[in-house]
T-cell receptor, first 111, second 113 residues
Framework: NAGVTQTPKFRVLKTGQSMTLLCAQD?????MYWYRQDPGMGLRLIHY???????AKGEVPDGYNVSRLKKQNFLLGLESAAPSQTSVYFC??????????FGPGTRLLVL | KNEVEQSPQNLTAQEGEFITINCSYS?????LHWLQQHPGGGIVSLFM???GKKKHGRLIATINIQEKHSSLHITASHPRDSAVYIC???????????????FGTGTRLTIIP
């Protein structure tokens, strides 16, 4: 069991570039989440999914899009990166008991 | 005022000491989580509480719903307990399909050998 994996681990982008962060889980969880973690702030929910083919906006969705074409994968896209999107991004899934399982994080720097 | 406040922000203690980390929240909740973020960045779920007390090894988590307060205790602390401990609550108000957790900013714990 790999749990929750994220790729890439680290990325540097220039303003205006696009990229996709991939999250994969092998626990057959329905619920998956994308968070961002910024210094001095708690984790904040960007988007989430309650099952294959579904996505929904969280509290800070602007500038991001997501897709959940397969149950095990949850993709986070940045269409036109901005310096304000410099952050550490965590993917998570949860089981029916509400236990959260986090990926190792992706550190993104937008210049 | 943040919905979730943790105290202290930083805590340094000697190995073997009894540790208490506090979490206060301002909204009605359906669940409270304690998480551990390792120095390398990985986040692990420790407890999910809706009432009472839970224990796992040297870790004990308690919650007082009336006082809107939870504590995480570590007995016989060890340098490997050094990490950031994060409290998160699920509000009873249904935001974002009830899937939103509100996270505290964490308590950085350092245990000195």
């Amino acid at each position: 069991n790999a749990g929750v994996t994220q790729t890439p681990k680290f990325r540097v982008l220039k303003t205006g570039q696009s990229m996709t962060l991939l999250c994969a889980q092998d626990m057959n969880h329905e619920y998956m989440y994308w968070y961002r973690q910024d210094p001095g702030m708690g984790l904040r929910l960007i988007h989430y999914s309650v099952g294959e083919g579904t996505t929904a906006k969280g509290e800070v969705p602007d500038g991001y899009n997501v897709s959940r074409l397969k149950k095990q994968n949850f993709l986070l896209g940045l269409e036109s990166a901005a310096p304000s999107q410099t952050s550490v991004y965590f993917c998570a899934s949860r089981d029916l008991r509400e236990t959260q399982y986090f990926g190792p994080g992706t550190r993104l720097l937008v210049l | 005022k943040n919905e979730v406040e943790q105290s202290p922000q930083n805590l340094t203690a000697q190995e073997g000491e009894f540790i208490t980390i506090n979490c206060s929240y301002s909204v009605g909740i359906s669940a409270l989580h304690w998480l551990q973020q390792h120095p390398g960045g990985g986040i692990v779920s420790l407890f999910m509480l809706s009432s009472g007390k839970k224990k796992h090894g040297r870790l004990i988590a308690t919650i007082n719903i009336q006082e809107k307060h939870s504590s995480l205790h570590i007995t016989a602390s060890h340098p490997r307990d050094s990490a950031v401990y994060i409290c998160a609550v699920r509000s009873r108000q249904v935001d974002f399909g009830n899937e939103k957790l509100t996270f505290g900013t964490g308590t950085r714990l350092t245990i000195i050998p």
